[in-house]
C-alpha cells in the first residue's frame, strides 16, 4: 500500500486531500505546525506529525518520522493580500519562507529516497494567480510563480531517475482559509491611496461566480500524483481551468 506525505494539513486544500486519499485506500502522513483533532476518519492508515517547513529540524525529525513515502505534496502556505506599498519586507520575507523555501526544503529533504528507488511523485499546490496579473496580489504572486519556475526545471532534472514532479494550480477559494490567513498579516491595513482600489477589487470578487472548492484540489492532487500522462501543471477548480484555458 503506497504512503503519501501532505503539508498543511489542518484546513482547506491540505485537509481535503488527506481525506481523498485516505478513502481510497493510502496511508497517509497528515503534517501542519502544530497537530490537532481534523476532521479526518480514524484509521491505522493515518499518522498527523508536527511540521514547520519554515524549520530545518522540523523538516528532519518529520521525514524521519514518515519513512519511506511515494508522494509529498507540498500544499503548506500563507496566504497575502494587499498593495506592495502596504507590504513591510518582514511579512514579504514571511510570505516567500513558507511558501517558496518551505517547498524547497521539503522537496530536497524526500528526494534522495525517491532518487535512491528510481521512483516518486512531487506534487506542488500553487495558484492560479500565477498565470495572469491580479491586483493587490504582487508578492503573494511571486511567491507561487518562483514554485512554478522551480519545478518545471526540477522535473527535467528528476527525469532520468524516474521521478515525477507536478503543479497543481488552484483558483479563489472563499471556503479555505487564505482570507484569514491574509488578514493576520495586515496589521496596518491598505495604504489610504489605494482605498478606491481595493473597493472595486472586492466588488468585483463578490460578482465572480466561478470559484475553486477544495475537492477540486484534491482530485487535482491525486490526479498529478496517480496518472503518470498528466501535466506538469494541473488547474483544478472551475474559474482556475478557465484562467488556464484564456
Known amino acids: 500500500m503506497k504512503t503519501v506525505l501532505i503539508t498543511g494539513c489542518s484546513s482547506g486544500f491540505g485537509l481535503e486531500t488527506a481525506r481523498y486519499f485516505l478513502e481510497r485506500d493510502w496511508h497517509v502522513v497528515a503534517t501542519m505546525r502544530t497537530p490537532r483533532e481534523v ?6 492508515r493515518l499518522r498527523v506529525i508536527a511540521l514547520d517547513v519554515t524549520d530545518p529540524d522540523s523538516i528532519r525529525q518529520a521525514v524521519d518520522a514518515a ?9 503548506a502556505g500563507i496566504g497575502y493580500l494587499n498593495a506592495l506599498e502596504g507590504t513591510s519586507m518582514d511579512v514579504a520575507r514571511e510570505v516567500f519562507e513558507t511558501n517558496t523555501l518551505g517547498t524547497i526544503a521539503m522537496t530536497q529533504a524526500v528526494l534522495p529516497q525517491f532518487r535512491e528507488r528510481k521512483a516518486g511523485v512531487v506534487v506542488n499546490v500553487t495558484s492560479s494567480v500565477t ?3 491580479l491586483h493587490l496580489l504582487s508578492v503573494y504572486t511571486a511567491s507561487k510563480a518562483a514554485v512554478n519556475a522551480f519545478s518545471e526545471s526540477v522535473a527535467l532534472e528528476l527525469e532520468p531517475f524516474g521521478v515525477r514532479m507536478r503543479v497543481v494550480l488552484p483558483g479563489r477559494a ?3 482559509r487564505f482570507g484569514e490567513n491574509a488578514r493576520s498579516r495586515m496589521q496596518g491595513g491598505f495604504p489610504d491611496a489605494y482605498a478606491g482600489l481595493v473597493q472595486q477589487v472586492f466588488a468585483q470578487w463578490q460578482q465572480e461566480s466561478a470559484i475553486t472548492h477544495s475537492i477540486d484540489v484534491a482530485e487535482a492532487v491525486w490526479r498529478a500524483v496517480n496518472d503518470a500522462s498528466s501535466p506538469l501543471r494541473i488547474a483544478a477548480g472551475a474559474d482556475a481551468v478557465a484562467l488556464a484555458g484564456a
Do not use: R, Y
Request: net charge negative; aromatic share 0%; charged share 25%.
Open 131 to 133: 498565470l495572469k496579473p
Open 174 to 176: 472563499p471556503e479555505t
Open 67 to 75: 519513512g519511506p513515502i511515494d508522494a509529498l505534496v507540498n500544499n
Open 39 to 44: 476532521e479526518l476518519p480514524h484509521a491505522d
